[in-house]
């Protein structure tokens, strides 16, 4: 088992998830692990950031197989003995269930590959003064706008539970299906509806964390890295990706000691109203 810091950043072959990897290969003091669910692409995007003179390392990762979440676990902890940095990038924007499922739902699998390296409530896997960054979207804040006043208030509860959120998803994701989300008071926006469950859940794992682990020094955060010019938003946004990693790289190395921001959505570096 080696002392190396280690970072890990999900569905990083391309985009803002690529990006992050760059900047993190410049600024972090450790091993920096680009994953993605195809293995060509991923050494493809290895090999580009090589060119760049930078050293990334690869590991599969499919974030809706368990398999392959359990895999890279067994493998950080063998040779690490933890993880320092995750940056829950993996994503997707089309209509449909399947987007609620990998965009939302999904993260609660790489949750999971947490807890069971017993991050919750005994964090042995992810180190003492760890970072975990959540990447959300604008999105996610327009969507919970447009909702109901009964949703908003629902999401924008400080006890609202893990179990209340996924049942609140699940419910978007029937009432779509039945043509009534409308009616029942939701956005006709099916990805910014999934970020707001990974706002949300992004809070609600800060509270654990502060429940059962006052003084380990674990920040956890979500974070929006504004309009980039991916495959996702369009050749016409405003950010380049290497602009669009700020702040989640702001977020993945705040410094040893920092006692925040943690459990709060992060844009521009700052911290903004939920």
């Known amino acids: 088992m080696c002392n190396t810091p280690v970072a890990v950043v999900t569905g990083s072959n391309k985009g803002i998830g690529l990006a992050i990897v760059r900047a993190l290969c410049k600024q972090f003091s ?110 996610g804040a327009s969507a919970l706008s447009s909702c109901s006043q009964d949703l908003q208030q629902k999401f924008r509860s400080d006890t609202i539970t893990e179990e209340e959120l996924v049942k609140l998803m699940e419910k978007f994701v029937e009432d779509t299906k039945k043509g009534v989300h409308q009616k029942e008071g939701w956005p006709n926006h099916a990805y910014g509806v999934s970020k707001t469950g990974v706002t949300v859940l992004s809070r609600i794992q800060a509270r654990v964390l502060n429940e059962t682990r006052k003084a380990d020094g674990i920040l956890l955060n979500a974070c929006c890295p504004g309009w980039v010019r991916t495959d996702m938003a369009g050749p016409r946004a405003t950010k380049s990706p290497d602009e669009g990693a700020e702040t989640p790289v702001y977020l993945a190395l705040l410094p040893p000691g920092a006692d925040g921001p943690h459990g709060q959505y992060i844009s521009e570096k700052k911290v903004q109203k939920w």
């Open 30 to 139: 450790g091993d920096v692990y680009l994953t993605s669910r195809d293995i060509e692409r991923g050494k493809a995007a290895v090999a580009e950031l090589q060119k760049e003179g930078l050293k990334p390392l690869f590991h599969q990762l499919d974030i809706t197989d368990l398999q392959s979440i359990r895999t890279l676990r067994d493998f950080l902890r063998e040779k690490y003995g933890g993880l320092n940095v995750l940056v829950n990038n993996a994503g997707i924007a089309f209509k449909g269930k399947m987007l609620i499922r990998v965009s939302f739902f999904h993260s609660l699998v790489i949750r999971k590959l947490i807890h069971h390296c017993n991050f919750y409530p005994n964090i042995t896997f992810v180190f003492s003064t760890a970072r975990v960054v959540n990447v959300s979207s604008m999105c």
